[in-house]
């Protein structure tokens, strides 16, 4: 029973993601477009191993300093008091965020690009006052978790393709990571606003300062909505400038990203009900997994 708690504790359907993003670019993208990339099978482990074990450690610190709150939210789903004490939990957060750390700075050394290694260290000071700070400032909170998701897809850019090598196939999948990072960004941004009206009463009675306490659930359902404009707009940007190469990529976008994305968008103006909220974030969670997968039609249709 520990075990399965350790594993809801840093959220492994999280990580599993993350996983699942690199390794499609890794060993399907970079190598249908013939990228020139800079690391062996066991330093992009090392990579992902650090990324993870950091990822990891940030939603054990986000659950020690949100027990309060999630024992009002959620109670039934509280791990940390119930499962592990705040004790334990402290010691494993320690214990993970240090050995990220470490194989993040030890990459960066072996790769003779010792600068990365605040990447791995500024992530982990971020998830940690987000967790301890940030979290209940209003949109300041919102944007660290998202820009930290973006993080975990630009690592490979920074880390793997090599730069030195200019081609059409190179500059076109670094523009791939790059629209991919952003849209996982704006869709990650929109579902944090959903998830703090979700949460508006625990973190009410904590004095926290989320959007949805400081301008109401109304105008941050609006606000949520109107975000939606942001990664739709990007989507559309693709469809309209790929769709004579990339048919059938533009075809499963619209049906599988824009078209979900706009019922978000006008669903947002309705719902009232708390358990509508938890299904809009799972179902743009979904989303942003369905277009992550437009990375295999767009490799196996090169």
């Known amino acids: ?162 730069k030195t090598v200019q081609s059409f196939n190179q500059q076109l999948v670094i523009n791939v990571i790059l629209i991919l990072s952003f849209f996982a960004f704006s869709i990650n941004f929109i579902r944090e606003i959903v998830k703090d009206i979700e949460d508006v009463n625990g973190d009410n009675s904590l004095n926290m300062k989320t959007l949805p306490i400081l301008i109401g659930e109304a105008r941050s359902k609006k606000i949520a909505s109107l975000f939606c404009v942001i990664p739709l707009s990007l989507l559309l940007y693709i469809i309209l400038n790929f769709s004579e190469t990339y048919k059938y990529t533009a075809l499963y976008l619209v049906v599988f990203t824009v078209i979900p994305l706009l019922y978000v968008a006008l669903k947002l103006q309705t719902i009232t009900l708390k358990k509508e909220f938890k299904k809009v974030s799972l179902f743009l969670k979904i989303i942003m997994f369905l277009g992550i997968n437009t990375l295999i039609l767009f490799s196996l249709n090169n």
């Open 1 to 162: 029973m520990e075990i399965l708690a350790f594993f809801k504790l840093i959220r492994w359907k999280n990580l599993l993601l993350i996983i699942y993003i690199q390794v499609l670019l890794k060993f399907l993208v970079f190598t249908s477009f013939n990228i020139s990339t800079n690391l062996s099978l066991i330093q992009f482990i090392v990579l992902l191993i650090s990324t993870i074990l950091i990822t990891s450690a940030g939603y054990i610190i986000n659950d020690i300093y949100d027990l309060n709150s999630d024992l009002i939210n959620k109670p039934k789903k509280v791990i940390v008091s119930k499962q592990f004490s705040i004790a334990k939990a402290q010691q494993l957060y320690f214990f993970l965020n240090t050995l990220g750390i470490i194989l993040g700075i030890g990459l960066s050394l072996n790769i003779e690009k010792p600068s990365y290694s605040f990447i791995f260290i500024g992530a982990s000071l971020l998830l940690y006052y987000y967790s301890k700070k940030f979290k209940s400032k209003p949109l300041i909170g919102n944007l660290i978790v998202s820009f930290l998701i973006a993080i975990s897809i630009l690592v490979l850019y920074f880390f793997d393709i090599n």
